[in-house]
């Protein structure tokens, strides 16, 4: 069994539910990004259908640490956004796995905790 110290600056999703995410015991009900290098930011997207290319470019700003994989969370069900959305992450050579959003904040957790540069762009509402 291989033991690791825990990263007491890590951000941790600790409980969710329909409609919410608590990071660290606070709970929130809006859209965020979550970065395992400390950052925490609101996404100003509520709704998969309002999602834009915009939206994907932030995520390239919002960490000091470039991010190797970032986890999308697309709501309560899996979907695919176009891969043009994507283009300003795959032309940094950063990974992107979508997922429905509680799937993302489990694979979340692990990927931080392993110390991986994973930065989690969740749609908490519908």
């Not at 000091?64 to 283009?87: H, I």
Request: aromatic share 6%; hydrophobic share 40%; with cysteine.
């Amino acid at each position: 069994m291989k033991l690791h110290a825990d990263k007491p600056d890590l951000h941790t999703i600790t409980a969710y539910g329909d409609g919410w995410i608590a990071i660290n015991g606070q709970r929130h009900a809006q859209s965020l990004i979550l970065a395992s290098s400390g950052g925490l930011l609101p996404w100003a997207c509520e709704r998969f259908e309002d999602l834009e290319p915009a939206h994907f470019e932030q995520l390239l700003t919002c960490s000091p640490v470039k991010p190797e994989l970032v986890v999308f969370g697309s709501g309560p069900r899996l979907r695919f956004v176009r891969p043009d959305m994507l283009q300003s992450l795959i032309n940094q050579r950063i990974g992107v796995e979508t997922m429905d959003t509680l799937a993302a904040c489990r694979t979340y957790n692990i990927l931080a905790g392993e110390g991986r540069r994973v930065l989690a762009a969740l749609l908490i509402g519908t």
